[in-house]
């Protein structure tokens, strides 16, 4: 779930939030399936490795949330060489869901290398409104597409006040920052020796400041004032070819102080942690096997998923604990807090390298609490079954449908045990 954090760092603007502020003024944008159905699309080992592993790749996670909602997340990075030392990039993201890291990204990179494994990079990020284009550094060490470490520095808005004094004021606003935002950020992928595998992505940004004024009134109409703080990190260690663990951490706070009405302020305090075994119980014979040697079977099998070098059949155990926190806004809804403990076991089948059945179950014991006298608003189980199927195409292409089914038998409505659909691709060019 916390690896698809890492694809695209890259914080959102207030706008880009689908519902004007994060707070849960109604707890059902929130609702006790929102993070089990995260977890459904989580991007597993095989497709974390293909994402990292590429310079010219599309990723798309699509499924239902609700009668009424989708999520949407679309990650796509592409690279073309323009000179001897220059390399010319772009960077997409996408995400429309319901949680704070909403947001899109289009962002052009003209990258030039220094010496050896060193780079500079420029960072502009066009927009419509020229008052919201961004611009940025970026100092990279990379030995190779998927080991590398990228320090990022922004300028959020870089023109706003340059076209607000200048333009035409055709909307009848001028509204000026106090203070810029700026953000750094760090992203890293890296290995130590053949075993262990980690990454790290990392958003930093300043407390800006902004004043909102229209033109035909010289009085302030109000300001706005935020900040974010949100890290993730994930470790991956292989203990033997039939044993592996991974761990991914995401710790995040973002400050909002926004006017509705009257001034309001408050803080969005986010904590996750997933923990995952790995299981392959016929790897040991697999890597027995004439040629079978990690290095002999990727010669011999290049385009072999690493489930079928693996013997073919993986079982994954993995728990999830999530904790959120909203303190401060306004006296109607000045806290609210959620906790969520899910469980998963997924069993994994190839079929002639191409194809692959996974199925399985999860489940979210779900609280959530309002401010005194608000107290408990729900305290509940959340449990399904996964059904998917993925076809895999191409060295790292993938495509997976993915139906689940609800074991909650108060929860079946119009299509009785139907819970939510998803399809999950991942395309190399």
């Not at 608003?377 to 449908?401: H, M, P, Q, S």
Request: aromatic content about 14%; hydrophobic content about 40%; overall charge negative.
């Amino acid at each position: 779930m916390l690896a698809s954090s890492l694809i695209g760092v890259s914080p959102s603007r207030a706008s880009d939030i689908p519902f004007e502020r994060s707070f849960p003024v109604y707890p059902e944008r929130y609702d006790s399936e929102y993070a089990i159905d995260i977890l459904t699309m989580h991007f597993d080992r095989e497709w974390r490795d293909g994402w990292y592993g590429a310079d010219n790749i599309f990723a798309m996670r699509f499924g239902s949330l609700n009668v009424e909602q989708w999520n949407l997340e679309e990650s796509l990075k592409f690279s073309a060489a323009v000179a001897k030392r220059w390399r010319v990039r772009y960077w997409m993201e996408m995400r429309h869901s319901l949680d704070e890291r909403a947001g899109e990204r289009n962002e052009l990179e003209l990258e030039f290398r220094v010496k050896g494994p060193m780079y500079l990079s420029l960072l502009l990020e066009p927009a419509f409104w020229k008052r919201e284009t961004d611009a940025g550094m970026c100092l990279q060490h990379r030995l190779a597409v998927d080991r590398y470490v990228r320090l990022i520095f922004r300028v959020r808005d870089f023109a706003n006040d340059f076209a607000y004094r200048h333009g035409e004021h055709i909307e009848g606003e001028e509204n000026l920052y106090r203070i810029q935002p700026v953000e750094a950020v760090l992203d890293a992928r890296e290995e130590i020796g053949s075993d262990v595998r980690f990454g790290f992505g990392g958003i930093v940004t300043n407390t800006w400041e902004k004043e909102y004024r229209k033109t035909d009134v010289e009085t302030l109409l109000f300001a706005e004032s935020a900040y974010r703080r949100d890290g993730a990190l994930w470790l991956e260690y292989e203990i033997d070819p039939a044993l592996l663990a991974d761990f991914d951490m995401r710790i995040a706070e973002l400050y909002d102080r926004y006017p509705e009405g009257q001034a309001v302020a408050g803080t969005h305090r986010v904590r996750e942690f997933v923990t995952r075994v790995w299981w392959y119980p016929y790897a040991r014979a697999a890597a027995k096997a004439p040629g079978s040697t990690p290095k002999e079977a990727d010669d011999a099998a290049e385009d072999a998923s690493d489930l079928v070098r693996r013997g073919g059949f993986g079982v994954c155990a993995g728990l999830e604990v999530r904790r959120e926190r909203w303190s401060g806004w306004s006296a109607a809804t000045s806290g609210f807090r959620k906790n969520e403990t899910l469980l998963f076991l997924l069993f994994q089948r190839s079929f002639g390298g191409r194809h692959m059945l996974e199925w399985g179950y999860l489940a979210d014991q779900y609280r959530s609490h309002g401010e005194a006298p608000q107290g408990l608003i729900d305290d509940r189980w959340e449990n399904r079954l996964k059904l998917a199927y993925e076809v895999r195409f191409r060295r790292t292409g993938r495509c997976r449908i993915i139906e689940t089914i609800d074991l909650d038998r108060e929860d079946w409505g119009q299509f009785s045990i139907h819970d939510h659909f998803f399809l999950m691709l991942l395309l190399d060019f």
